[in-house]
């Protein structure tokens, strides 16, 4: 697993040195910084001997940039949905894993994985969460559930640094948006409620990224949704010109 | 299981109020300070919502004070020996647990814990290693071990917080000081070399602290150190004078 750790709009330096500190404690070295506030001296000290991982952050205006080239964007949230407001939001903040099991889970896993982490006041909007494939969430106690920045960090790093080393390789993002792109005008062509699209298709993100989906998994489903929309297109007599995917190659011969 | 956080000689504010930070986010709340540095506006900020802790702390001039009546010591150290030096200083910063694993041993115990954090730039002295009975460690990069003290605070009570409540009640401290004395003064008593006796001693408490003795447990190991001194005594024709204990009232029927 190659980690890239994302501070999203991050407002005091000092988090932002004392997370390199962190990262280097826990053998990680790629910082990237969305819109951040200036690093000082304070900023500096607070990362002691990781100064070395301030110096080659990047910085970037958006966090689209941040997270391009994951195959895994794992989200993080303070604010967890409790079941009375189950019926709410749906999707965004929901279902979520502790650190300890999203280290299980990404372990002996060859995959780039973007952990992105909010500001210190809001944390990540709904709207970022909702670019998240996995939330992690720690657990703390109701009494006063939120984190200091640096040390949510320093715990889930600590959780990953314990990983083994990978060997089953993930699907691309690439290929994992051509199945989420086919995925959503599958349910286009379809007729499916449009008020509910943006939150199934979170979903489907979610669902995707809990699975860690294999490239031939996803080249597969990409093919089903091609063959689905193909047929659905055919009874409904348009004749949309869809490519056919390879391991379909006889899509006529289907019921 | 009862935890108090014991910070040895803390030097900078924002460390201590950002440990009260997350021991409320973990569920802990008895703070003991020892020697510390002056609490001023920075180390309030970093307890944000955790001023309580930090208000209610109770500051101490002495170790020995902030461990009184805790039936576990568990020391931190970020220095551990190599495979190369375990010849030195045997018992005094080996064997060590992760955090999980002490959070695992501790598991459904019912004890007073004492959890020592030492300095930020020495942390704690071998002396103070010494009132230890377990040893935690983080393990982290070669290339960086030194974690900030809060950090490493955090991790420890993000384990310890995932622990079930008691049921398993270990060995009161005035017992297990007993034991340890009445170990002592066998040593002494068959001519076990005195530059040996201190580690040994060392040894033994580390032993009992792993063991988790329970107060039967070593009411028994107490009593046959008793008998033994008893036995060595009367060997010696000293006839020293022992308090006979219950579980062997008639130790001349011993072998």
Redesign the interface.
């Given at each position: 697993m190659n980690l890239r750790v994302v501070l999203v709009e991050p407002m005091y330096d000092g988090n932002i040195g004392?997370v390199a500190?962190?990262m280097?404690?826990?053998?990680f070295d790629q910082l990237v910084l969305v819109n951040p506030c200036k690093i000082d001296d304070y900023g500096m000290a607070?990362a002691?001997?990781?100064k070395d991982i301030l110096e080659k952050a990047k910085a970037v205006a958006t966090l689209e940039e941040a997270i391009d080239g994951a195959g895994l964007v794992v989200g993080t949230t303070g604010k967890r949905i409790g079941e009375e407001h189950k019926h709410l939001r749906l999707h965004i903040r929901d279902p979520w894993l502790t650190p300890a099991k999203l280290a299980e889970k990404l372990n002996g896993k060859d995959c780039e994985v973007a952990l992105l982490l909010g500001r210190e006041n809001w944390g990540l909007t709904n709207q970022e969460l909702q670019l998240c494939n996995l939330l992690v969430s720690?657990?703390?106690?109701p009494?006063?559930?939120?984190?200091?920045l640096?040390?949510a960090a320093?715990?889930i790093l600590?959780e990953l640094?314990?990983m083994k080393p990978g060997g089953f390789t993930l699907a691309c993002p690439e290929t994992l948006g051509r199945l989420q792109a086919s995925v959503r005008s599958l349910l286009e062509e379809i007729n499916y409620p449009k008020y509910k699209m943006d939150f199934k298709m979170i979903m489907f993100k979610r669902i995707f990224g809990r699975a860690e989906l294999t490239e031939r998994e996803a080249n597969t489903l990409l093919g089903m949704t091609k063959l689905l929309r193909w047929q659905v297109n055919v009874h409904k007599g348009q004749g949309v010109a869809l490519e056919t995917p390879e391991e379909c190659s006889q899509p006529t011969s289907w019921p």
């Open positions: 004392s500190r962190s280097k404690n826990f053998g607070m002691s001997h990781a720690i657990p703390t106690s009494s006063y559930p939120i984190m200091n640096a040390h320093t715990i600590y640094s314990q």
